[in-house]
């Protein structure tokens, strides 16, 4: 029997990420627990994973922008994507009431989506934490008494908490995209999306340029997302998502792309999984 593929996820089991891994990659996993994006990465780096599962943006929270920096400081190739969606409820120990709360802990992806129904609790104190789970697991692990977790029911089932408000999150309808990252080059049959990276000269029409060969090519666009490049002002790395229904029109395009920009790269190519409805 081949080994089961060890996947590093940011927090612990139940945590949105391990959600994210198993939607993927199925029940017949290894789950790695790193207490940050970074670790995520440097265990992979000394092979101790297989691939990386990373969340790269929310429906209202947005970019996770540093997780870009470090797609590019690591060069590991992109392979596929997940969207999850995220249903968020208010964990506690049983029996315990409204009145009592004074902290309630989470992630920060997760705060911010549940900040409509945190700004009408009055003299409660929001604390952020690594991950939604390892915050329902700490209630349990030292029957914290007055403190409530925002986290998904996998942590209510597996910490035994109970959930006092259910559905707490401002946009029922909001999604994380997740990035499914190779420690080895992955040949993925019918690629129709790329995520792409370049910078362009700090001269009028340079980026317009870039999209015109695109549009021109039947290419679209799903995401542009532009960080500044440190220490070098007016520079800016571009990183692009791009899909197509003719390969040889993105092969094509990406030729023509070469002209008129720097320090490009392919960082995956990979097949669309966009479930969302
Ligand atoms: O804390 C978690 O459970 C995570 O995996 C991070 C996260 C939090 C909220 C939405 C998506 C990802």
Not at 80 to 99: D, K, S, T, Y
Not at 126 to 137: P, Q, R, W
Not at 145 to 159: E, G, H, M
Request: glycine share 4%; net charge negative; proline share 3%.
């Amino acid at each position: 029997m081949a080994k089961r593929p060890t996947i590093a996820i940011q927090g612990i089991k139940a945590s949105f990420h391990e959600e994210a891994a198993l939607t993927y990659f199925g029940e017949e996993i290894e789950t790695l627990e790193c207490m940050t994006f970074k670790r995520m990465f440097e265990e992979m780096k000394q092979e101790r994973a297989d691939y990386i599962v990373m969340a790269i943006e929310n429906s209202i929270a947005g970019s996770l922008l540093p997780n870009y920096s470090l797609l590019q400081d690591y060069n590991f190739p992109i392979i596929g994507e997940i969207f999850l969606p995220v249903q968020l409820h208010l964990l506690a120990l049983p029996g315990l009431r409204f009145e009592d709360i004074k902290y309630v802990q989470s992630h920060p992806i997760a705060i911010r989506q549940c900040e409509e129904f945190l700004q009408d609790l009055q003299g409660i104190t929001v604390l952020e934490k690594s991950d939604t789970a390892a915050c329902a697991k700490e209630i349990q692990d030292l029957q914290l008494k007055d403190t409530v977790a925002i986290a998904n029911l996998n942590a209510a089932k597996a910490f035994g908490l109970e959930v006092l408000e259910r559905r707490i999150e401002s946009n029922k309808k909001n999604y994380t995209r997740f990035l499914v990252i190779a420690r080895e080059h992955e040949d993925i049959k019918d690629a129709n999306k790329a995520s792409v990276c370049f910078r362009v000269n700090n001269k009028p029409g340079s980026l317009a340029k870039v999209l015109t060969i695109f549009a021109q090519n039947n290419i679209n666009l799903s995401k542009i997302q532009s960080m500044p490049v440190l220490g070098k002002p007016n520079e800016y790395n571009f990183y692009l998502d791009l899909e197509w229904t003719e390969q040889k029109a993105y092969d094509l395009s990406l030729r023509k792309i070469l002209k008129y920009t720097h320090n490009l790269s392919v960082m995956g190519e990979y097949k669309s999984n966009d479930t969302r409805k």
